[in-house]
């Protein structure tokens, strides 16, 4: 088991304390994606990146204050390049479609993220329920589709009374499935899901589907 070590000033090398911070982050990323919470241990990712568990419980506390700030910054990558798809000059059609676009893309290409998603799902989303940033750093996303959305009904291209956070969760939903699913898919059905032809195919039909829900 992977017990709390006291506090203590982190030894090694301290002169680049963010870039050491980075560096734990990604190797435990991938550690608990493969893994899981519980298979994921604190000594294997340490000796990963040849350093020590104390090193690691010196800024993360313990293995849950570990996987608590991989799932933040899991969740902060993604909404830090949703603000920058510069949705505002965009036709409020364009707009959610570069957006739904964007999170299918986001998706398939980094399946660690869903993977950590699924890990937390499966604990019940105990430890999101410990972290102080989750709500806020996932605020955005809502307000960027709120503006996007508004825009759409003002214009009279989007029907009014559907609630932001349904649309979030179709386009969520359409693109995990497309991740979480693709072994199990794949072969029940005999479907191509990883050619570069099955992905274009599949972006167009989870656009399509996301703008035909909310076209007025």
Avoid: C, W
């Avoid at 493969?34 to 293995?63: C, H």
């Avoid at 993977?115 to 750093?137: C, D, F, G, K, Y």
């Amino acid at each position: 088991m992977d017990h709390q070590l006291p506090a203590q000033p982190a030894p090694g090398r301290t002169h680049d304390p963010e870039g050491v911070r980075r560096n734990i982050l990604a190797i435990a990323t991938a550690e608990f994606a493969e893994k899981g919470f519980s298979g994921a241990r604190v000594d294997e990712i340490a000796a990963k990146i040849n350093t020590s568990k104390r090193m690691i419980y010196y800024y993360f506390k313990d293995k849950e204050g570990l996987f608590v700030a991989v799932l933040e910054e899991a969740y902060a990558r993604i909404r830090r390049i949703e603000r920058d798809l510069n949705l505002d000059g965009l036709s409020p059609v364009d707009a959610l479609a570069r957006l739904t676009g964007f999170t299918f893309e986001y998706q398939s290409e980094n399946a660690d993220f869903v993977r950590l998603v699924m890990v937390e799902n499966i604990h019940h989303a105990v430890h999101l329920a410990r972290s102080e940033r989750m709500q806020s750093l996932n605020v955005s996303v809502l307000q960027v589709l709120e503006d996007v959305y508004r825009r759409g009904v003002a214009e009279g291209v989007f029907r009014d009374g559907i609630d932001v956070v349904d649309i979030h969760m179709t386009m969520s939903a359409l693109s995990f499935f497309n991740v979480s699913n693709r072994a199990t898919f794949s072969a029940i059905f005999k479907r191509d899901m990883v050619s570069p032809e099955a992905f274009t195919r599949r972006r167009q039909v989870v656009v399509e589907t996301v703008l035909r829900y909310v076209a007025r």
